[in-house]
């Protein structure tokens, strides 16, 4: 089992929701979060002061999958997040070492 984590635009989100339901992918979590990369921000006038707005608005995809369709999953990230722009996001892949349903106490895939 993989978790996968993507941080992508919050423009792209309900594209993307719609094409992970598609592939059969239900259980995620989604977070509006802030941050930084290459992007870094930009510049605003405020009161005649020059003022760096460092972090942006993005949103943070988690969700946890069997081995065999973490590719998939990447790939369709990939498809509906990507605009050849600086600050479209990234892809965080994390190998997983158990899952356990509260309600059924099943674990591993099972609990998916």
Not at 56 to 69: F, G, Q, S
Request: charged share 35%.
């Amino acid at each position: 089992m993989k978790k996968i984590e993507a941080i992508i635009r919050p423009s792209k989100l309900e594209e993307l929701k719609e094409a992970l339901l598609a592939i059969d992918i239900d259980g995620i979590t989604i977070t509006q979060v802030m941050g930084a990369g290459k992007q870094m921000g930009w510049k605003e006038f405020y009161r005649g002061t020059e003022v760096s707005l460092n972090v942006l608005p993005k949103v943070k995809l988690e969700l946890v999958a069997a081995d065999e369709k973490v590719e998939l999953i990447a790939e369709t990230i990939i498809q509906y997040s990507q605009t050849g722009e600086v600050g479209d996001g990234k892809i965080f892949i994390f190998d997983l070492e158990d899952c356990i349903r509260i309600r059924t106490r099943e674990r591993g895939e099972k609990a998916l």
